[in-house]
């Protein structure tokens, strides 16, 4: 059932939190062939049951009264673990809860468990995780993409309803198209970033993952709006974003960029998603050829920009004030800092470390760092530019369908390239989302809508559009 329905259920009285909470568990540790999850909250029934007292008492705090929430392992939970994934983090137990999780609390909303990540959010393939691999829902030995794929998984595979995610170049949408879910990287700002775990802070944000649409409004709608603690979180009015889901898209100009279906996309893919272009076409959209000339530029600037925020960010693991520090004979305290993050740190996270080490120092920053800014710019003016002739974008999530497990992991830059459709929506700070649009050979495909800053409400509803008229069975 999607959440609404449990939410329904939950309000007639007719199943209690704690069962639905149990249901899952149950589901989950009978027969887990697919690992999405590290942790699972100890305190999940505790919860369920205090939020079928409430609800008992006072009525729904919120819409996601009672229902079970995925929490990637990089969102801090309050006397949870929040590993990222990472031997650094292992032991680690946050003393907060991020704001979005204080929102679904307050609403609620019953944590479930964290799911399995790439470490530190670097990867496209949940590969990159120290507790090993999660598997595809679709297709044991396959990868669920990433690095969110703990939390796609888990919805894919009826371990969750609704899960979240973070997205700093792909993370949620890649998945989600994975995976076989909806997914949403909402604008920069739209959601606090408060309790992220920072990987790259002007890329990051968090976001919903759904097996339909309108879940994927509704929780999206719990976590939005403006904090004081996060000070890039902006400051504009959250709307009602299940209000306008059923307007239809007549009229509405969608974009095909046509530098997002060359050479280097799967044909089965393009035809997935032209296929989507058509049942919107059909519902009176009107389809246009647009031009992002700057898009071969992406996965540079994404990965010169990300890492070297990531090696900043991550300075902070040094063995002292949290997490893991290395034991035996140490020299001195530079030895003791040089030990903990060579053990720490697995492979991926230490390559993207020295290499935004690299690019922000003396003498390369002009040539590497300083370049990538000027072409996140160009990229961003792109978006804009087509943005005056069209309402949203539609374009592949992924180029390659989801891969065997160890396929692509020995050779980065092919891992990196899985990217190309994605990086440029958060080197822009836009809004986007994964729609699932059928499957090739049994491997689930999804597509992509972009839209205008802080309009989530117009991707929503052509993703709520296509959902509801789609010709495949999905
Ligand atoms: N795959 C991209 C990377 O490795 C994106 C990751 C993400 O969005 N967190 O950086």
């Known amino acids: ?19 639905i909470a149990e249901s899952f568990l149950s589901h989950i540790e009978k027969n887990d062939r697919v690992k999405a999850y590290i942790t699972l909250a100890p305190q999940a029934l505790e919860w369920a049951e205090a939020a079928d007292r409430s609800l008992g008492k006072d009525g729904p705090s919120g819409p996601l009264h009672g229902i079970p ?26 003393p907060y809860d991020a704001t979005v999780i204080k929102r679904l609390k307050a609403q609620g909303a019953v944590i479930l468990g964290k799911t399995n990540m790439d470490e530190f959010a670097m990867g496209s393939s949940t ?13 044991e030995g396959f990868v669920p993409g990433g690095s969110s794929g703990g939390s796609a998984a888990a919805v ?3 371990q969750a309803p609704v899960a979240l995610g973070s997205d700093t170049g792909g993370s949620i949408r890649q998945p989600a198209s994975y995976c076989g879910v909806v997914g949403m990287k909402p604008t920069y700002g739209r959601v606090s970033r408060y309790g992220l775990v920072a990987y790259a802070s002007s890329l990051d944000q968090i976001g919903p993952m759904a097996r339909t649409v309108a879940d ?5 709608q719990a976590i939005s709006g403006h904090d004081q603690m996060d000070s890039t979180s902006a400051p504009v009015d959250v709307p ?3 209000a306008s889901l059923e307007d239809g898209v007549k009229g509405l100009r969608l974009g095909i960029p046509e530098e997002y279906f060359v050479l280097g996309l799967d044909d089965r893919i393009r035809e997935k998603v032209m296929g989507a272009a058509r049942v919107l ?27 070297a925020e990531a090696s900043s960010n991550l300075a902070r693991y040094d ?3 949290y997490g893991f520090r290395a034991q035996g004979p140490l020299a001195d305290t530079m030895e003791m800092y040089q030990k903990t993050r060579n053990n720490g740190f697995g492979r991926e996270v230490k390559r993207r470390i020295m290499l935004g080490t690299y690019v922000l120092s003396a003498g390369y920053y002009e040539a590497f760092y300083l370049k990538a800014l000027k072409t996140r710019t160009l990229i961003r003016q792109d978006f804009e530019k087509a943005f005056q002739r069209v309402d949203c974008l539609l374009t592949p999530v992924s180029p390659c369908l989801p891969f065997r497990i160890g396929e692509k992991i020995h050779d980065p830059l092919q891992m990196y390239l899985v990217d190309i459709y994605t990086v440029s929506v958060n080197l822009a700070g836009l809004p986007a989302i994964s729609v699932p649009c059928g499957r090739v050979d049994g491997l689930p495909v999804g597509f992509q809508i972009i839209g205008k800053a802080f309009d989530e409400e117009t991707i929503l509803r052509v993703a709520y559009c296509y959902e509801q008229h789609a010709a495949e069975g999905l």
Do not use: W
């Not at 673990?81 to 680690?92: D, E, F, Q, V």
């Not at 590969?127 to 297709?139: I, Q």
């Not at 994927?216 to 999206?220: D, E, R």
């Open 1 to 19: 059932m999607s959440a609404m329905e449990l939410a329904s259920l939950l309000r007639k009285g007719q199943v209690s939190s704690k069962e």
């Open 69 to 94: 929430v995925a929490v990637k392992d990089n969102i801090c939970t309050m006397g949870l673990p929040t590993t990222c994934a990472s031997r650094m983090l292992k032991n680690y137990v946050p």
């Open 127 to 139: 590969e990159n995780s120290a507790f090993g691999p999660t598997h595809n829902p679709a297709r």
């Open 156 to 158: 894919g595979a009826y």
């Open 216 to 220: 994927c409004a509704m929780l999206l």
């Open 240 to 242: 009602d974003f299940a």
């Open 281 to 307: 076409q059909e519902q009176g959209a009107e389809l246009r050829e647009v031009s992002l000339p700057h898009t071969r530029y992406a996965i540079s600037a994404y990965y010169l920009i990300a890492t």
């Open 319 to 321: 063995g002292v004030k």
